[in-house]
């Protein structure tokens, strides 16, 4: 149990070009989903807080009309990186919370190259 | 305040050897103590976790020592595998803070066999 997936794994596009990453967690509801960004043999940098039905929260530093959150449903969140440009080339991984625990489960990340 | 140190950054352990990883926090607001693997291009796995009410658990050859008082808490894992290899993240979080995962920097850990 307690999966979640993410959609595309990688993928590549050109400078300029929106991109968006869907998270879904598969097995259970999560009013509350979490995006982070991770760069080479670092740990993960949380980027925001998506509550379904809410604005996202975003961290400090975070370019919330570059990075744009959906949260539309109890098991959907959508990340969409806006006019991508290479510095945004990343590893993006979402984080599913089921509605009683505290626990965060990972979805498997998205490899993003923008040329 | 909100910073989660672990050490250390690297580790080489012989098969069958134990592995030790360590962390330390300020919050004492954190009620939460999770570990996550991760293989390389991969998302973190929930490996265990840990309430501040409980010193030890264990779940099968993992075990996480807590300990309140020192603000510390620390991973172990018991007769280490290749397997194993893998970067570990320690990270802890609060309901009233949304439960936002506070990460540590992580550790390489690398099982020789």
């Known amino acids: 149990g307690a999966v979640v997936s993410q959609h595309p794994s990688r993928v590549i596009c050109k400078s300029g070009t929106s991109v968006k990453i869907e998270c879904r967690s598969l097995?259970?509801?999560?009013?509350?989903m979490f995006w982070y960004r991770q760069f080479p043999k670092k740990s993960l940098m949380l980027m925001a807080t998506?509550?379904?039905?809410?604005?996202?929260?975003?961290e400090q530093g975070v370019e919330k009309d570059k990075f744009l959150i959906n949260h539309a449903s109890l098991t959907l969140s959508t990340l969409t990186v806006t006019s991508a440009h290479p510095e945004d080339s990343s590893f993006y991984i979402c984080s599913a919370r089921p509605l009683t625990s505290d626990t965060q489960y990972f979805g498997p990340g998205t490899r993003l190259t923008v040329l | 305040q909100q910073q989660v140190k672990q050490s250390p950054q690297s580790l080489i352990v012989q098969k069958g050897g134990i592995s030790i990883i360590n962390c330390a926090y300020e919050n004492t607001a954190f009620d939460y103590f999770p570990w996550y693997q991760q293989f390389p291009g991969k998302g973190p796995a929930l490996l265990i976790a840990i309430r501040p009410d409980v010193s030890e658990k264990k779940e099968g050859r993992f075990t996480i020592s807590f300990n309140k008082s020192a603000k510390q808490f620390s991973l172990h894992i018991m007769d280490s595998q290749p397997g194993d290899s893998a970067t570990y993240f320690c990270?802890?979080?609060?309901?009233?803070?949304?439960?936002?995962?506070?990460f540590g920097a992580g550790t390489i850990l690398r099982v020789k066999s």
């Open positions: 990270a802890a979080s609060n309901r009233e803070y949304g439960n936002k995962l506070v």
């Open positions: 097995d259970f509801q999560a009013t509350t």
């Open positions: 998506s509550n379904e039905g809410s604005k996202a929260t975003y």
